[in-house]
């Protein structure tokens, strides 16, 4: 009998690079793959990358590179790296030269091809480099092996059109293209046929959902659409761009039962200046009037954001700006970035880049002022009763089990593991600044 073949697969980025991982090993799966943990037991290892900050990128560098000698050893292991840096034009040729040892590179727009690209690599023993500058059409109806059963994530469209002068997104991952919504709801309804309760719905900008298709459905009717399917629970969504945010969506938000009381709504900084040369194309003004609006139609939501600190030509007032507006708004929490220049990009050409130690200088502070914050947040759950999803064992105690409150905070309580994939309800007991501590109901 021949052995079953066995990939290991690194995933980074966000929970779109998390999807496509699922993809690949749906595909690997019917090429008849297992899946192993240990790299050193694998026959094919792949690196599904992501290139928005240079971090992510010097770890591929990193373990990719110390892959050299396991590859030395057993020479019909086949390394490969996909995703978002090599689709960076001006990447891939340093990737091509600093890892020789890789076998195998493509693209965020042509997974579906990885099948008949291993069988060209054993094939012809050469290596092989595919990467295409656009998808165009999504490609329908690929095999996915989920990572979870009772939640799943559910791309809705791909790509974003709004090259925020800092992201290097738009380059790796094309023009936006939606899936139909009639697709859409297929693939939600077979996840609930299987079991599953919690789906997120995922694009870079969801708000512009439908924009580019015949239909007239925008994301509040596909909201509506998924809404109707039997079985599943709770409705999440990411990532909303706040220029886009309609007051059709704010009412879904508040009207349609399983769209969960979360909104996490990027508002980068609190500089108007600083926004404008970001290009992201809404002021401070605008996007506290949202917030407002979205609190009135949907009390109790909980917000939550991303903020990049240290941006190009960020004075000291700008920066108390974005800590002000994050006094503000009070965040439930929030993603905190140092700026990080991307080649290729508008900002890395800026006058006055800010220097690191002002960089880290000013995470630190707005990392104090958020972490104060979603402690009081967190304090004022204290005393009220939810509704948990059961995610499993918690990773620090395990004799806890860990979940998600609608409003998409961890939860902490005892209970019996057979409760994982089910709904509980909990009493909040009390409050740390990254989660909430209970006891069954
Ligand atoms: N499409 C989403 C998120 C994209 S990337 C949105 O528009 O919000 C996730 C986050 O990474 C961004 O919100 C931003 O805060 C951060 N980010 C993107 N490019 C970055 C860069 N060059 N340096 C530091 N942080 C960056
Ligand atoms: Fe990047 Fe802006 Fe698009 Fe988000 S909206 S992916 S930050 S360009
Ligand atoms: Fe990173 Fe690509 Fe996502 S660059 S953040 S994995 S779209």
């Known amino acids: 009998m021949v052995e079953q073949r066995l990939a290991h697969i690194r995933t980074f980025g966000c929970q779109m690079n998390e999807r496509d991982t699922e993809t690949i090993q749906g595909l690997l799966q019917q090429e008849g793959y297992g899946f192993t943990d240990n790299p050193e037991a694998a026959d094919l290892i792949l690196y599904n990358t992501c290139c928005v900050r240079e971090n992510p990128e010097r770890k591929v560098y990193g373990q990719v590179g110390m892959l050299q000698e396991l590859k030395a050893k057993k020479p019909g292991l086949i390394i490969g790296i996909c995703g978002c840096m090599p689709q960076q034009r001006e990447e891939l040729p340093v990737l091509l030269e600093r890892l020789p040892h890789v076998d195998l590179f493509f693209g965020t727009h042509n997974i579906y091809r990885l099948p008949e690209l291993l069988h060209r690599i054993c094939a012809t023993g050469e290596r092989v480099v595919e990467i295409l500058d656009e998808g165009g059409e999504p490609v329908e109806g690929l095999p996915a092996m989920r990572s979870s059963s009772f939640k799943a994530f559910v791309t809705i469209m791909h790509g974003c059109n709004n090259f925020c002068s800092y992201c290097i997104v738009p380059y790796v991952r094309g023009r936006e293209h939606s899936r139909s919504p009639q697709a859409i709801v297929e693939e939600v309804q077979s996840l609930a046929n299987g079991g599953v309760k919690e789906v997120t719905l995922l694009g870079q900008n969801v708000n512009s959902y439908g924009k580019d298709l015949q239909s007239d459905a925008d994301f509040a009717d596909l909201l509506e659409m998924v809404n109707q399917v039997p079985g599943i629970e709770w409705i999440r969504f990411t990532t909303s761009h706040p220029k886009d945010i309609s007051d059709k969506l704010i009412r879904q938000l508040g009207r349609l039962e399983k769209v969960c009381e979360h909104l996490h709504l990027p508002v980068q900084a609190g500089s108007n200046n600083v926004l404008q040369r970001m290009n992201r194309r809404y002021t401070r003004e605008y996007y506290l009037e949202i917030v407002e609006r979205v609190r009135s139609q949907v009390p109790g939501?909980?917000?939550?954001?991303?903020?990049?600190?240290?941006?190009?030509?960020?004075?000291?007032?700008?920066?108390?700006?974005?800590?002000?507006?994050?006094?503000?708004?009070?965040?439930?929490?929030?993603?905190?970035?140092?700026?990080?220049?991307?080649?290729?990009?508008?900002?890395?050409?800026?006058?006055?880049?800010?220097?690191?130690?002002?960089?880290?200088?000013?995470?630190?502070?707005?990392?104090?002022?958020?972490?104060?914050?979603?402690?009081?947040?967190?304090?004022?759950?204290?005393?009220?009763?939810?509704?948990?999803?059961?995610?499993?064992?918690?990773?620090?105690?395990?004799?806890?089990?860990?979940?998600?409150?609608?409003?998409?905070?961890?939860?902490?309580?005892?209970?019996?593991?057979?409760?994982?994939?089910?709904?509980?309800?909990?009493?909040?007991?009390?409050?740390?600044?990254?989660?909430?501590?209970?006891?069954?109901?």
Do not use: C, H
Request: hydrophobic share 40%; proline share 4%.
């Open 301 to 441: 939501i909980s917000l939550t954001t991303d903020i990049m600190v240290g941006f190009p030509g960020e004075s000291d007032a700008d920066f108390a700006d974005t800590l002000s507006l994050v006094e503000e708004v009070g965040f439930d929490s929030a993603f905190t970035f140092i700026y990080s220049p991307r080649k290729g990009t508008p900002a890395t050409e800026m006058p006055d880049q800010v220097p690191e130690e002002v960089k880290k200088e000013r995470i630190y502070q707005l990392i104090e002022l958020q972490n104060k914050i979603s402690l009081e947040r967190n304090q004022a759950q204290v005393g009220s009763e939810v509704e948990v999803l059961v995610e499993g064992a918690s990773k620090s105690d395990t004799l806890l089990l860990t979940g998600k409150t609608r409003t998409s905070k961890t939860v902490l309580f005892p209970g019996s593991q057979d409760l994982i994939g089910q709904l509980v309800r909990v009493k909040i007991t009390a409050a740390q600044t990254w989660s909430l501590t209970g006891e069954l109901i």
